[in-house]
T-cell receptor, first 111, second 115 residues
Framework: QKEVEQDPGPLSVPEGAIVSLNCTYS??????FMWYRQYSRKGPELLMY????GNKEDGRFTAQVDKSSKYISLFIRDSQPSDSATYLC???????????FGAGTRLFVKA | KAGVTQTPRYLIKTRGQQVTLSCSPI?????VSWYQQTPGQGLQFLFE???????NKGNFPGRFSGRQFSNSRSEMNVSTLELGDSALYLC??????????????FGAGSRLTVL
């Protein structure tokens, strides 16, 4: 079993839809939870990061962490065609430990 | 401020050859991590270097190796290439190994094709 599980999709939604992306994990020592976005032919770029449990909002994006369920989510409101990309969840124990990534979910937002 | 620079961007090799990839981190970043990205396996951690020392290592065979220089630039080497080594190799840098957020900044990657 992988440490981090993420449905690779693809996920196709119409413009303006609310998108929900999720990951589950098995390592209870993870403390830092991140979402990266990767466009075709580019490296991943950090979208959001959260420490421990709770919610964090940044514009149209909301990240949620539920450590009791070992489950994290990224919500995208009012999705745009420019949001079409691969979204990768990532987790770390912090303090210099390696960062583990999910497989990435391919998202298509149709105009 | 310059980002993470990886060279070469694209390369084609044949089985049995070896390859060296280079990564220049963001100025002031002392940690460099390497990842292999394939459609089937996603982003797989290879290794991390900090102050010229390997701090973390993933589950890859010994054919995969790396090093870091005093200016924080890093190289990774893959010897005796196999078809399955075809992938996008990503380098990521971070300012300080002890930075709690562990936020990585990635380069654009080096796409290796093994024929």
């Amino acid at each position: 079993q992988k440490e981090v599980e993420q449905d690779p999709g693809p996920l196709s939604v119409p413009e303006g839809a609310i998108v929900s992306l999720n990951c589950t994990y098995s390592n209870s020592a993870f403390q830092y939870f991140m979402w990266y976005r990767q466009y075709s032919r580019k490296g991943p770029e950090l979208l959001m990061y959260t420490y421990s449990s709770g919610n964090k909002e940044d514009g149209r994006f909301t990240a949620q962490v539920d450590k009791s369920s070992k489950y994290i989510s990224l919500f995208i409101r009012d999705s745009q065609p420019s949001d079409s990309a691969t979204y990768l969840c990532a987790m770390s124990e912090g303090g210099g430990f390696k960062t583990i990534f999910g497989a990435g979910t391919r998202l298509f937002v149709k105009a | 401020k310059a980002g993470v620079t990886q060279t070469p961007r694209y390369l084609i090799k044949t089985r049995g050859q070896q390859v060296t990839l280079s990564c220049s981190p963001i100025s002031g970043h002392r940690s460099v991590s390497w990842y292999q990205q394939t459609p089937g396996q996603g982003l797989q951690f290879l290794f991390e270097y900090f102050s010229e020392t390997q701090r973390n290592k993933g589950n890859f065979p010994g054919r995969f190796s790396g090093r870091q220089f005093s200016n924080s630039r890093s190289e990774m080497n893959v010897s005796t290439l196999e078809l399955g080594d075809s992938a996008l190799y990503l380098c990521a840098s971070r300012r300080d190994r002890d930075s709690g957020a562990n936020v990585l900044t990635f380069g654009a990657g080096s796409r290796l094709t093994v024929l």
